[in-house]
């Protein structure tokens, strides 16, 4: 048997590190286990997409560079839940929190 | 053949019913529509709704408004209602004694007592004294934590007090684990120095030391004089997450009970009574005056400022000069209405006691003539004001199928509630109470704290839901709802209105079932009140008993709930009540119309 923490999965493409700090910021004030994984992929839909159906709690983010976006898994490939261009750090600490709350089934913020 | 159209303008719409009377006399009804009125009710722009109500009516049959022959238009009732509230205690914090509220994630679990020490003074913090360390936004998660954990071995910190929401940060990068609060806005008010007690919840429970004053006496080490000063305090804790009690000279928390004034009442037998005594006894003074000539408030009090509102609205909407408005009728209702605590440091609020009144108007009579002058200019046809508005419903009322005389109807809008009985040999008693839906719109935006009067009018129409994933919602009675395609993120993990044209998100984070729980306490306080208030008065011989039938009509009755509170209540005096179905199609709406058309006929005969 295989045990894995049910994590978020964050997948990335040359992120930013400041970007990453703060999602992962936003994820660990609400209390949810995340992994991070460097990809080749460099298309951000796919990368938030792949990461929400892989993760065991249909919860994902894509980074690429500083492009961010949240999937949930059910949703359409190119309809990411919530996506940023350049964002600030609140920007980034709230898509970090709303991936965890998907999970936690409470509202977003 | 010609065709007769009724009209029937309401406080919130213009309906239209259009007949076909035929040679014999017998009316053949054809089509019927509804718009929103235009303008106020009574005033000469309500012809455009009046004309766009015919349009869409004439239409549905493939006729030109030209056709009509014949329009008839009600006599509407002269009474305007309007609604207020009123506050009567204010909750003050003093000398920011204490921060209660449920933040979405404290960190840690416990109580813990010091003094409040803020991090930018942490160097000066004195060994062997244990401290409550306050650090504002300024300060990342991570700086904070630092701080902390190189003081912790010089200094006793026992519990850490955030302005950002990052309690989880932190607590992860302690290497000793203390209670930590957060998103605590007004932290630049603390006061260094001062003796503290704080206590975060166990997940799942709410706070238990600071909601009890014995246990801030434990805590905090007061004498007997000073925890039953602390009593009030811990009473305003109770249920809250986390919570902080500092222990200042002056500080306290204080209700105010603020001078509310008496309503005076001239009347048949003219009295007066305090608005403290509550809606009932309010309620019980209204009905033991009689016939009441206008209702006035204590000068420079709550409940006077309260009618001099109602009437200086009232004689700007009407044209009529301030002292010529008499409030004939009023229903007063108790609630409670959440207000910000004046001191509060984050953001808690107090439920405070208040009390609505939703006030009628008897104006002078509506200038209906004018409005049928503009028609018959406009459109060349023959326009008539016929008949009394509640007559004119009760005949429509008597198209509902299973319906015979004496038989009583309560109309419900949206300004007012109406009662007629129609005795055996045609005899018309009729009633206007003030109180109706859109009190019942203010009770839920006041008692939600919505702050938004739209919001709350769809709270009143839709059932509740709450979306549960992104392809189902959970309805409020229980029932499970699945949805093909994905439900907007928007909506995820909220509480929506299930209106026809989808969901509508409530923006405020309060639980679907005290939502419903408003909701319907609302309605019954306003429409179960009314409806026995205005059939007892139409009744014969005053008594209920005498009544048999109860026919519901009007904008309230086609609520999803109201009718069958109705009915519960109805049911223990063995009258049969239901809502109207107007000529076994229309459902509750139409009466008026329907009645105007029909009356035509009476009246040629």
């Known amino acids: 048997m295989i045990i894995k923490k049910p994590s978020i999965f964050i997948y ?13 910021a936003g994820i660990e004030e609400e209390g949810v286990f995340f992994e991070l994984n460097e990809m080749e992929n460099t298309n951000l839909k796919e990368l938030a997409w792949n990461a929400a159906n892989d993760s065991m709690l249909g919860s994902g983010i894509g980074i690429r560079g500083t492009y961010i976006a ?6 359409e490939k190119n309809r990411p839940v919530e996506s940023y261009q350049n964002p600030d750090k609140e920007q980034c600490r709230k898509l970090g929190a709303n991936s965890a709350r998907a999970i936690k089934k409470l509202p977003f913020k | 053949m010609s065709y007769i159209a009724g009209i029937d303008i309401g406080n919130s719409t213009t309906e239209v019913c259009v007949g076909e009377a035929a040679a014999d006399g017998s009316i053949h009804f054809l089509t019927s529509a509804s718009c929103p009125t235009t ?4 005033t000469v722009s309500n012809t455009h709704g009046v004309k766009a109500a015919l349009k869409q009516a004439m239409s549905k049959i493939g006729r030109d408004v030209e056709d009509i022959s014949l ?4 006599e509407a009732a002269p009474v305007i209602g309007d609604t207020a509230m009123e506050t009567l205690t204010e909750t003050i914090i003093t000398d920011s004694s204490m921060i209660g509220h449920n933040p979405s994630t404290p960190a840690g679990a416990g109580q813990a007592v010091g003094e409040i020490l803020l991090i930018e003074n942490i160097s000066r913090g004195v060994p062997g004294i244990p401290y409550i360390v306050a650090a504002p936004a300024s300060y990342s998660y991570e700086e904070i934590a630092a701080i902390l954990n190189q003081s912790g071995d010089s200094l006793d910190i026992t519990g850490v007090i955030l302005q950002a929401d990052e309690a989880v940060l932190v607590k992860n990068r302690l290497h000793k684990k203390v209670p930590i609060i957060d998103e605590v806005a007004r932290i630049d008010k603390l006061p260094g120095g001062v003796p503290a ?5 166990l997940p799942g429970q709410t706070i238990r030391m600071l909601s009890n004053p014995y246990g801030i ?28 009690v500092l222990k200042t000279p002056g500080g306290n928390v204080r209700e105010n009970v603020l001078p509310a004034g008496e309503i005076y009442l001239d009347a048949e037998h003219s009295a007066s009574v305090n608005l403290d005594e509550g809606a009932e006894k309010i309620m019980q003074v209204v009905s033991d005056a009689g016939i009441i000539r206008d209702i006035t408030g204590q000068p420079e009090t709550n409940v006077g400022n309260m009618f001099a509102r109602i009437k200086k609205g009232m004689s700007e909407l009407d044209g009529t000069a301030n002292g010529d408005i008499h409030i004939t009728d009023i229903l007063a209702v108790d609630t409670l209405a959440p207000v910000l605590i004046s001191g509060a440091l984050a953001g808690e609020t107090c439920l405070e006691k208040a009390v609505g009144i939703a006030a009628m108007v008897k104006t002078q009579k509506l200038p209906m003539r004018q409005i049928a002058e503009k028609l018959r200019l406009e459109l060349d046809t023959d326009v008539k004001v016929a008949g009394v508005e509640a007559v004119m419903a009760s005949l429509g009322a008597l198209t509902t199928p299973g319906t015979k005389l004496p038989l009583a109807i309560l109309d419900m809008g949206g300004g007012s509630t109406d009662a007629a009985v129609i005795s055996e040999e045609g005899k018309v008693v009729i009633t206007h109470q003030a109180g109706a839906g859109e009190l019942v719109s203010m009770l839920i935006e006041t008692e939600l704290g919505l702050g938004d009067r739209h919001i709350a009018e769809q709270i009143k129409k839709y059932p509740l839901a709450k979306v549960e994933s992104l392809f189902h919602v959970r309805v409020e009675n229980g029932q499970m709802t699945f949805i093909d395609e994905s439900i907007d993120p928007r909506f995820y993990g909220r509480v929506v209105l299930l209106s026809e ?16 729980q408003v909701r319907r306490d609302a309605k019954r306080k306003v429409f179960v009140t009314n409806a026995f208030r205005a059939l007892q008065k139409v009744a014969p011989d005053q008594d209920l008993k005498n009544i048999s039938n109860v026919v519901l009509v009007g904008g309230s009755a086609e609520d999803f709930e109201i009718p069958e509170m109705l009915m519960e ?17 229309e459902g509750p709406r139409n009466a008026v119309a329907t009645g105007l058309v029909l009356s035509y006929v009476g009246e040629k005969q």
């Open chain 2, 197 to 201: 007690a704080i206590e975060v919840a």
């Open chain 1, 12 to 24: 990335a493409n040359e992120p930013d590190a400041a970007v990453v700090k703060e999602i992962c």
């Open chain 2, 217 to 244: 006496a434990t805590l905090l080490d007061l004498n007997a004089e000073e925890t039953r000063t602390v009593t009030p305090i811990a009473k305003s804790l109770i249920g809250k997450r986390s919570a902080v």
């Open chain 1, 70 to 75: 949240m999937q949930m898994r059910g949703i």
């Open chain 2, 71 to 74: 329009i008839r238009l009600n």
């Open chain 2, 501 to 516: 044209e989808g969901f509508i998100r409530i923006e405020k984070d309060i639980p679907m079932e005290k939502i419903a």
């Open chain 2, 569 to 585: 209540e109805f049911s223990n005096y063995r009258i049969v009540c239901g809502r109207g179905n107007i000529r076994g199609q």
């Open chain 2, 39 to 42: 303008g106020t009710k009574g």
